[in-house]
């Protein structure tokens, strides 16, 4: 599932720094970026668009201004140099404010709150495909969910194990894959990894093996992690 997106934001290295944000985030499609307050508006009000990166201070009319003005709003973070406006952001509901200069952690942290949001609100599945893309460094890889034999978490970063040999490291949440796999194929086994149900090789005393590498169960998977093998049959 991904989000469309416009950016409302006067100051131009401002709105470049969210363009690349943007650009990095797999869950979210920008569809137009606007320095003009009311040219933003308008395009609000003719065309569909699941989240805004709004502003609050621009001159011909103030990020507070514009969601007063609109009966029907899509999900908003607020983005501002200014921690004043808080406040009046939250009572018009917005979903985040990220105060600037804030750096790309912080983003995506809001990010995923809207984009959990949206899913409650609309009811949302992702659809599972066979595949899916993941930005990692300088490039877009593309990922087959079959290849995939762990998911090893590394403090801000995952790092995908694959079959093929391959490593792939990527600054995402495990969330976020738990949205694109296959439901009951891949389980959280520890807060630092997730596995192929598929592509385990033995379980001896809590501790899964994959190939040549052991992985723990933690004690609070380790229930779930049982009960899920038990409907699959495995145990």
């Not at 307050?37 to 001159?59: A, H, R, T, W």
């Not at 018009?92 to 609100?121: G, I, N, Q």
């Not at 460094?137 to 970063?157: A, H, N, Q, T």
């Amino acid at each position: 599932m991904t989000l469309s997106c416009i950016i409302i934001e006067d100051e131009p290295l401002a709105a470049d720094k969210l363009e690349g944000f943007v650009q990095r985030s797999p869950h979210l499609v920008l569809k137009e970026s606007f320095r003009s307050s009311l040219e933003g508006l308008k395009y609000i009000k003719e065309n569909p668009v699941d989240l805004v990166f709004l502003d609050i201070q621009m001159d011909e009319m103030t990020g507070i201004e514009l969601l007063e003005s609109l009966s029907q709003k899509p999900l908003v973070i607020l983005t501002t140099a200014y921690q004043k406006y808080a406040v009046q952001g939250y009572e018009l509901h917005v979903s985040d404010y990220l105060l600037k200069p804030f750096d790309f952690k912080r983003f995506l942290k809001a990010v995923d709150k809207v984009y959990e949001e949206f899913a409650l609100r609309t009811g949302s599945q992702a659809e599972v495909s066979d595949s899916f893309f993941v930005r990692t460094e300088y490039r877009i890889e593309k990922v087959p969910v079959e290849s995939i034999l762990y998911i090893e978490g590394m403090s801000d970063y995952l790092r995908l194990h694959l079959s093929d040999g391959r490593k792939i490291m990527c600054l995402q949440k495990f969330a976020s894959f738990e949205d694109v796999l296959p439901p009951g194929a891949f389980t959280r086994v520890h807060k630092s990894y997730m596995v192929a149900l598929d592509k385990i090789d033995s379980i001896e005393r809590a501790v899964i093996r994959i190939g040549e590498t052991r992985i723990p169960v933690g004690r609070t998977y380790q229930e779930k992690f049982f009960q899920l093998l038990g409907k699959r049959g495995l145990v």
